[in-house]
Nanobody, 121 residues
Framework: VQLQAYGGGSVQAGGSLRLSCAAS???????MGWFRQAPGLEREFVAA?????YYAESVKGRFTISRDSAKNTVYLQMNSLKPEDTAVYYC???????????????????WGQGTQVTVSS
């Protein structure tokens, strides 16, 4: 499975962006996730979709993950962006991820290249 993430950019606080992650070489894996990594910080879980949506507390209510199986694409709609959302965002996928491991990057088998999101105050 190859993952291609795109849609990042620079916005002002309060703005919105939609990230996309297209999968090729395979049908969309059962679990799709988004992670992010800010400079000097560890990679952190943002959201995942496995039968339903899962979110980090820091983005709940502002971000929405969705998937379009017909297009083999998963999306991350990000609204009410804050400067602390600034990071490189990565999409990830896996077929054998148990629910308790959804938030662990090590559980995912496939990763896309990152896309930069910058939110200015």
């Amino acid at each position: 499975v190859q993952l291609q993430a795109y849609g990042g950019g620079s916005v002002q606080a309060g703005g919105s962006l939609r990230l996309s992650c297209a999968a090729s070489g395979h049908t969309l894996p059962t679990t799709m996730g988004w992670f992010r990594q800010a400079p000097g910080l560890e990679r952190e879980f943002v959201a995942a979709f496995k039968w339903r949506e899962y979110y980090a507390e820091s983005v709940k209510g502002r971000f929405t993950i969705s998937r379009d199986s017909a297009k083999n694409t998963v999306y991350l709609q990000m609204n009410s962006l804050k400067p602390e959302d600034t990071a490189v965002y990565y999409c990830a996928a896996g077929n054998r991820i148990i629910l308790s491991a959804l938030r662990e990057g090590t559980a995912y088998d496939y990763w896309g290249q990152g896309t930069q999101v910058t939110v200015s105050s």
